[in-house]
Structure formats: structure tokens, C-alpha cells
């Protein structure tokens, strides 16, 4: 069952195959999101600084009944946070937002400022800075292992040009019809785990007639095809939602795409219209 099975850090700690993506659940309304994952089995909680719902995750990971030890919770660092004293009173105002002793993954949510995503300058040293932030808080035992989000090649080897604790993971868009083939690679190839955010494409994978007929050829949702795909490409899929019944079937995917199969889904037609969510930068295709 994928929801027992996990991936191994450059550090030796171990994260769970599949995580619960909180974006866009208000924060009087996580906890009860939460829960009712664990309750199901569910061990990652993916969170973010620029959600506003760290404190209902927090809450969650201390009432749900499971050892604190046995769940994996990420957050992320705003990505307005470029400099040493901004990024290590944020990670402390994180630790505090979620009432939790350590933080299992933390990562840079962005490369550049929301604002200027996609811009010319890749605040290679605001990076560098704020990653020495996570690097003391890190060795300070406050965070298990640390990482980036949305980070390009230039942006890693800038940090691993610097760095004296090498990222450990990076968390990118990636779904059938949009996946950086070339940025896994050289993720892999440098030790990061690559973790898949929108791994259904935030829905719009749904609308695609081809997909819809290889999921039902093997007896499963659409989402499920989806979580598979990145599951048998060596990624950790974030499939968000608060539905229960959705979580549930999120997780089961205990099934094997065909090599052929996979290529069809590879080299399958891009989303050009993420829809409502173009408003965001990394879907709008900056």
C-alpha cells in the first residue's frame, strides 16, 4: 500500500511515497482535512508558510492521535524571504504557527518573490542567504531536512555552488501533459528527491478524452492514472483536496502503467489553460 511505502533522503530520513497537499484550505478547515488523512492512513502533510494554514495543520499533527514521530510535515518558506534575518525569524515564526518542536522538511517556496516570478534576476544571493537560515536551523536538529521548491537549474547550482548542506529535495509542477523531463533529470542526477505538485494538473488533466479512456482501460480514476504516472517516474505526488473520499482514492494505486502506456502519457497533449488558476504564476507559464 503505497501510503507505508517511502522514498530515502540523501540524510538517510525517510519520507512517505504520497502526501497531502493543503494549498487553498482555509485554516478553520485543515485540521478536520488532516485528520480525516491520517485517519486513513495518510503520514505527509505538505503546508506552506503562504497558505495561512499552518496553525489547523499544527493542530492536527498534535491531536490526531498518531506518535508525532510517525508523520511527516513540510512547510515552506515564504518566497519574499531573501535575506538571513527575515528567513530565520520566519522559520521560527513557522515552528511556532504550527505548535510543533521540529519540522520534518523545510523548503524555499520560490527562487524569486511571487511578484517577480519568472523575472530576469534569480536573487541568487538572497537565496544563499535565506538557505543559510535553513542550513542553522537544520543543524540545530529544528528541521529534518531541508530543501527548494520551483527551482530552475541556474537556482540550484547556485545553491550547491554555496551551500554546505546540499538541497535534498525540489518541489515543482508536474503532471501528464507537463513534465520537465530535462529538471528531473538533473535533480536526480544531483541527489534531490523531485516531489510533484498538481500531479492532476489542478483538474484539467479531468478534461482530457485520451487520459479518461487509458484510466478506464485499467479500472481506475483519472486522478489515480495521474498519481501512478508520477509514482512510476520516481516523483512523490501532493494530491490536495479536503475531500475524504478523494484522499481515499488518491491513495489507491496500487497498480502498474504499461512502459507503452507511459510513453502515450509522456508525450501527451500540454495543458495551455490551467483555467481560474493561470492567476498564479507557475501556471500562467512564466
Given at each position: ?13 525517510k519520507i512517505p511515497k504520497l502526501g497531502l497537499g493543503t494549498w487553498m484550505i482555509d485554516d478553520n478547515k485543515v485540521a478536520d482535512a488532516v485528520r ?62 504550527l505548535g510543533l518542536d521540529t519540522i520534518d522538511l523545510m523548503i524555499i517556496h520560490s527562487p524569486q518573490p511571487w511578484g517577480q516570478f519568472g523575472g ?91 487520459i479518461g479512456a487509458m484510466a478506464e482501460k485499467y479500472g481506475v480514476s483519472v486522478p489515480q492514472l495521474s498519481i501512478r504516472y508520477t509514482l512510476q ?54
Amino acid at each position: 500500500m503505497i501510503l507505508q511505502e517511502t522514498y530515502t533522503l540523501p540524510n538517510d530520513v525517510k519520507i512517505p511515497k504520497l502526501g497531502l497537499g493543503t494549498w487553498m484550505i482555509d485554516d478553520n478547515k485543515v485540521a478536520d482535512a488532516v485528520r480525516a488523512a491520517v485517519a486513513m492512513g495518510y503520514r505527509h502533510i505538505d503546508t506552506a508558510q503562504a497558505y495561512g494554514n499552518e496553525r489547523g495543520v499544527g493542530e492536527a499533527i498534535r491531536d490526531c492521535g498518531e506518535p508525532r514521530d510517525e508523520l511527516f510535515v513540510t512547510t515552506k518558506l515564504d518566497a519574499s524571504h531573501k535575506d538571513y534575518a527575515g528567513a530565520k525569524a520566519a522559520i521560527e515564526g513557522s515552528l511556532q504557527t504550527l505548535g510543533l518542536d521540529t519540522i520534518d522538511l523545510m523548503i524555499i517556496h520560490s527562487p524569486q518573490p511571487w511578484g517577480q516570478f519568472g523575472g530576469a534576476d534569480r536573487f541568487f544571493a538572497g537565496n544563499v542567504d535565506a538557505w543559510r537560515a535553513l542550513e542553522e536551523a537544520y543543524e540545530a536538529g529544528k528541521i529534518r531536512a531541508i530543501g527548494v521548491s520551483n527551482f530552475q537549474k541556474e537556482d540550484l547550482d547556485n545553491l550547491l555552488e554555496n551551500a554546505s548542506v546540499k538541497p535534498m529535495v525540489n518541489q515543482i509542477l508536474a503532471h501528464v501533459s507537463n513534465t520537465p523531463f530535462d529538471l528531473i533529470d538533473y535533480c536526480k542526477k544531483n541527489g534531490l528527491l523531485v516531489e510533484a505538485y498538481s500531479p492532476m494538473g489542478h483538474g484539467k488533466i479531468l478534461d482530457n478524452a485520451e487520459i479518461g479512456a487509458m484510466a478506464e482501460k485499467y479500472g481506475v480514476s483519472v486522478p489515480q492514472l495521474s498519481i501512478r504516472y508520477t509514482l512510476q517516474l520516481g516523483l512523490l505526488p501532493l494530491p490536495k483536496t479536503a475531500n475524504p473520499d478523494h484522499m481515499k482514492n488518491n491513495a489507491d494505486v496500487d497498480f502498474e502503467i504499461s512502459d507503452a502506456d507511459m510513453e502515450t502519457l509522456k508525450n501527451a497533449e500540454p495543458i495551455k489553460d490551467y483555467g481560474d488558476a493561470n492567476v498564479f504564476p507557475v501556471y500562467a507559464g512564466k
